[in-house]
C-alpha cells in the first residue's frame, strides 16, 4: 500500500505544481506577460540573427500564446488531479485495477510535456531563439519541471503487484 499511496502522493504534489504555476501566471499577470512578449518578440536575442524573420510582435498574438501556456497548465493540473483520484480510487483494489488506473497520469504526463517541453524548449527555445536571450530565458526552469514530470511517469508506471 506504500507505493501505491506514494504514486497517489506524487500526482496531487505536479497537481499542485500546475496549479500553483497557472496561479502565479494569472494573478502576477503583467510580469508573466512580459517574459512571452520579449520571447515572441525575440527582442533580447543576438543583435542581427538571421532568424528574426519569426519573431511576433503583434500584442494580440502575445496574449493568445500567453493563455494558451495558462490554458495547457491548467489542463495539466486537472488531468493530474483526476488522475490521482483514479489512483485513490484503485488503491485497495488488485494489481490489474491499480495498473489499470494509472492511464490518467499518461495523459496528465503528455500534457504537462507538451507545455514545458514543446512549449519552452522547441517552441520558445528554438523557434524563438530564447536561448540566446541571457534576460528571457526559461529553458532551465521549463527542463526542471518536464524532466520531474517524466521521472514520476516512469515510477508511477511500475507495475504493482497484489497487495499483502
Not at 496549479?19 to 512580459?34: E, H, K, M, P
Not at 502575445?62 to 501556456?69: C, K, V
Request: glycine share 10%.
Amino acid at each position: 500500500m506504500t507505493m501505491r499511496l506514494s504514486k497517489i502522493v506524487m500526482c496531487l504534489c505536479l497537481a499542485a505544481f500546475c496549479f500553483l504555476v497557472a496561479f502565479g501566471n494569472i494573478t502576477d499577470y503583467g510580469s508573466n506577460y512580459a517574459f512571452v512578449q520579449h520571447v515572441l518578440s525575440m527582442d533580447t536575442t543576438f543583435p542581427g540573427n538571421a532568424l528574426m524573420y519569426r519573431a511576433i510582435t503583434n500584442p494580440a498574438l502575445w496574449t493568445a500564446g500567453y493563455w494558451l501556456i495558462i490554458a495547457g497548465e491548467a489542463i495539466t493540473c486537472i488531468l493530474f488531479l483526476v488522475a490521482a483520484w483514479r489512483l485513490w480510487g484503485a488503491r485497495s483494489g488488485t494489481a490489474a485495477q491499480f495498473n489499470g488506473a494509472k492511464g490518467g497520469v499518461a495523459l496528465a504526463a503528455t500534457m504537462g510535456f507538451l507545455v514545458w517541453f514543446l512549449g519552452f524548449m522547441v517552441i520558445g527555445g528554438e523557434w524563438f531563439a530564447m536561448w540566446q536571450s541571457s534576460t528571457w530565458n526559461g529553458q532551465d526552469a521549463a527542463f526542471k519541471f518536464y524532466i520531474t514530470i517524466l521521472a514520476v511517469l516512469i515510477y508511477v508506471n511500475q507495475p504493482d503487484g497484489e497487495l499483502a
